[in-house]
């Protein structure tokens, strides 16, 4: 579900200058470690450096290909922990400005970025890091939480404070993120896996769960309003919010005090998609009807995307809800299948009233769009 963060990709032509040599057979393992080393310092210097936009995607795919031939081998580590000392330096910017960088430099970021996003060893950690809260390329920043959700498991396995560090990241950078992609990215590492991986103990998968929550809580408001307002990759990126929410209180499942504040928030977030989904039907009719036999305008395009978006975000809604308190109620998908906006207005008010039924402090809240008082 999450939205599309748009990356320019170019044919690939060749790199200038000469590729350090790749280790032969017969080199002991301190000349092997060297030459790597030579090659992936070579190749960043490439990405960091050239104005040629197909050398720079060249040598993100070298780097890549060469890590995964590198674990096929059983060397992964020693390849990430070599990518590791050169890619910081590719993702630099200066703590000073906020300027927008220059298209080609963006671009030499995102694909250093991506290089760290591939790198699944535990030791590339702090470059994730510096990815993921970098401070003018969202682009970045998206690759960053990706890298972070591939090692979110390895890093619970560490020592707490390595915990804590993500979560801390995680917290702020939740607060702040406003692009609705890199937000998506970041919400897909608090997607705790269903059920407890080996070799975390209970204790940490509780804490785990326990600081999702906290999380997802403290930002929840101010995601589904722009929900409500219309944002249609923000509906996007809040099925990955559901997602999140559902995992972190999978281990209630059955305990209706502990589910209700989640099942709320499940609620208000699908009343305000509801209210977003008929108001952008209402919009797709009316630029039908004056249109005529023309071809739909962008406006009306727009606002099928928000219908759609919205519609989405209403299932994962009402899918959370039934996996939570094992109902199978399908109101909600029954309305939508009417394409009309007041019968879904209609579903999520019953449902949210249904719930309350079932024992689960839950109530129906009519929420004010931002900048309207409540």
């Not at 250093?112 to 470059?127: G, T």
């Not at 589910?259 to 039908?288: F, H």
Request: glycine residues 6%; contains cysteine; aromatic residues 6%.
């Amino acid at each position: 579900m999450a939205p599309v963060l748009v990356v320019l990709f170019f044919a690939v032509a060749g790199a200038t200058g000469q590729t350090p040599p790749w280790p032969g057979p017969d080199d002991s393992p301190e000349t092997t470690k060297r030459k790597i080393s030579e090659r992936i310092k070579y190749r960043f210097e490439v990405i960091a450096e050239t104005e040629d936009q197909d050398d720079i995607v060249k040598h993100r795919l070298k780097l890549i290909g060469e890590y995964r031939y590198m674990m096929a081998k059983g060397n992964g580590g020693d390849y990430v922990k070599a990518v590791a000392s050169y890619a910081a330096a590719a993702l630099s910017t200066d703590p000073n400005t906020s300027a927008i960088p220059s298209a080609i430099k963006r671009l030499r970021e995102i694909n250093a970025a991506m290089v760290v996003a591939a790198m699944n060893d535990i030791s590339i950690l702090p470059v994730v890091e510096l990815a993921a809260t970098h401070k003018t390329n969202p682009g970045v920043r998206y690759y960053g939480w990706l890298g972070s959700r591939a090692l979110r498991t390895g890093m619970l396995k560490q020592d707490k404070q390595v915990a804590d560090k993500m979560f801390a990241v995680i917290a702020t950078s939740a607060e702040r993120e406003k692009n609705p992609a890199v937000l998506s990215a970041l919400l897909q590492t608090l997607q705790l896996e269903p059920t407890k991986p080996a070799g975390i103990s209970p204790q940490r998968w509780s804490y785990a769960a326990e600081r999702s929550l906290r999380i997802l809580r403290k930002n929840w408001r101010r995601w589904y309003v722009r929900v409500l307002a219309g944002d249609y990759e923000m509906s996007l990126a809040c099925g990955e919010a559901v997602l999140a929410l559902k995992n972190a209180v999978a281990r209630n499942i059955g305990q209706k005090s502990a589910l209700s504040i989640p099942l709320q928030m499940v609620m208000d977030l699908a009343y305000c998609a509801g209210q977003g989904y008929s108001n952008a039907i209402t919009q797709v009719e009316a630029l039908k009807e004056a249109r005529g036999q023309s071809k739909p305008t962008s406006a009306e395009l727009a606002a099928q995307q928000t219908v759609d978006a919205n519609a989405e975000l209403l299932l994962e809604c009402e899918k959370t809800v039934n996996e939570l308190t094992k109902q199978k109620n399908s109101r909600i998908r029954q309305a939508l299948a009417t394409g009309e906006g007041a019968a879904v207005q209609l579903a999520v008010i019953t449902c949210t009233k249904e719930l309350a039924k079932l024992g689960y402090k839950v109530e129906f809240r009519q929420i004010a769009p931002p900048g309207a008082s409540e």
